[in-house]
């Protein structure tokens, strides 16, 4: 993004991939089964932590706040937390997406 733009790039260390609590491929897979199972949400009884829907938003809107000012900003995110904004539906792989948000 940075080369086809020319604007500087910036690395924002809490724009990271969403957060499973647990090592290992196979429950990665089966949290992320259950997370959208649960709509988000972390139930008491979870057997597996997990970052919920909301504390992912809440990461995001708090990092984006000291960018209020910009017009534009470009982020280049992981699909678990572009959905807390846009509809799984509306990504694609590699794609490019618009959306004003208010921070």
């Not at 959208?36 to 809440?58: F, H, R, W």
């Not at 470009?74 to 792989?93: S, T």
Request: hydrophobic letters at 40%; proline letters at 5%.
């Amino acid at each position: 993004m940075a080369c086809v733009t020319g604007l500087p790039l910036r690395v924002e260390p809490l724009l990271h991939e969403w957060q499973v609590y647990e090592s290992g491929t196979d429950n990665f897979e089966k949290t992320r089964a259950m997370f959208l199972e649960n709509k988000g949400e972390l139930l008491p009884n979870s057997p597996i932590q997990y970052e919920t829907a909301e504390e992912m938003k809440s990461r995001f809107l708090e990092c984006m706040g000291k960018y209020r000012d910009y017009q534009t900003v470009i982020v280049v995110a992981h699909n678990m937390l572009m959905r807390q904004f846009v509809p799984n539906e509306k990504i694609d792989f590699c794609q490019v997406i618009e959306c004003e948000l208010e921070i």
